[in-house]
């Protein structure tokens, strides 16, 4: 049994079937659907209902492969973002972010951004989104923060909670513009998060400016 509670909703996995989604966000609904039996089986379904309406349109082009469209946002990614010395999957790490890791986690550049939580960015070659992993150390506190766009947060490894609930590995998670949280790591362990930022966050705490790394975003 899944203990994933956190879904990308229907519009996010209908757009992901019709591969309109932005790069970013098809990396992390991708990812999402490595650790859920539920999305992947409504995708597929989503699929057939499309192959369906393709089959009574008279259309013959009837695709099938749902995952093939994924390939191509990726492909769409510049090859020199990639080289072929990536290692198998990180633990139980979504293929997608083991390719975009292009290592292990200890080979990643990880930047320091408060007592308790390192970043390390992943090249996607686009700007609008900021993709990166983000390490909260066990029991560590984020600062509080709102948001100037959209954030996608997909929990790869361990847990972390907010005001509202507790997130756990594939829990997929988006806050809106305007919303503020302050994700805290679970006691028991490292928590490790992929992340596709729209714009920089905003620090609700008045001391804020202390935290500079927090403002920026670093599309690459
Ligand atoms: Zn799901």
């Known amino acids: 049994m899944s203990k994933?509670?956190?879904?990308?909703?229907?519009?996010?996995?209908?757009?992901f079937s019709a591969g309109v989604l932005p790069p970013?966000?098809?990396?992390?609904v991708a990812a999402h659907v490595h650790y859920c039996d539920q999305c992947r089986n409504e995708l597929l379904r989503l699929d057939q209902v499309a192959s369906q309406l393709m089959k009574?349109?008279?259309?013959?082009?009837?695709?099938?492969?749902l995952f093939k469209r994924v390939e191509e946002a990726i492909d769409k990614i510049p090859e020199d973002t990639f080289n072929e010395t990536f290692s198998p999957a990180e633990g139980n790490f979504p293929p997608i972010v083991s390719k975009l890791m292009q290592g292990n986690l200890q080979s990643q550049s990880?930047?320091?951004?408060?007592?308790?939580v390192e970043k390390a960015t992943l090249k996607?070659?686009?700007s609008e989104y900021e993709v990166a992993l983000h390490k909260i150390c066990a029991g560590g506190k984020t600062p509080k923060h709102g948001h100037?766009?959209?954030?996608?947060?997909?929990?790869?490894?361990?847990?972390f909670s907010d005001e509202m609930?507790?997130?756990?590995e594939g829990d997929f998670l988006l806050r809106e513009d305007g919303e503020e949280h302050q994700p805290t790591g679970a006691q028991n362990g490292e928590c490790i998060c992929l992340s596709a930022l729209q714009a920089p966050i905003k620090l609700s705490n008045p001391f804020g400016f202390l935290m500079k790394p927090w403002l920026?975003?670093?599309p690459i």
Do not use: F
């Open 4 to 15: 994933i509670k956190y879904h990308p909703d229907t519009m996010t996995l209908i757009e």
């Open 24 to 28: 970013a966000v098809a990396i992390c």
């Open 56 to 65: 009574s349109s008279g259309s013959t082009e009837i695709s099938v492969d």
């Open 110 to 116: 990880w930047k320091k951004m408060s007592s308790s």
């Open 124 to 126: 996607t070659g686009q």
């Open 148 to 159: 100037g766009g959209k954030e996608y947060t997909v929990v790869l490894k361990g847990s």
């Open 165 to 168: 609930s507790v997130y756990s």
């Open 216 to 218: 920026r975003i670093n």
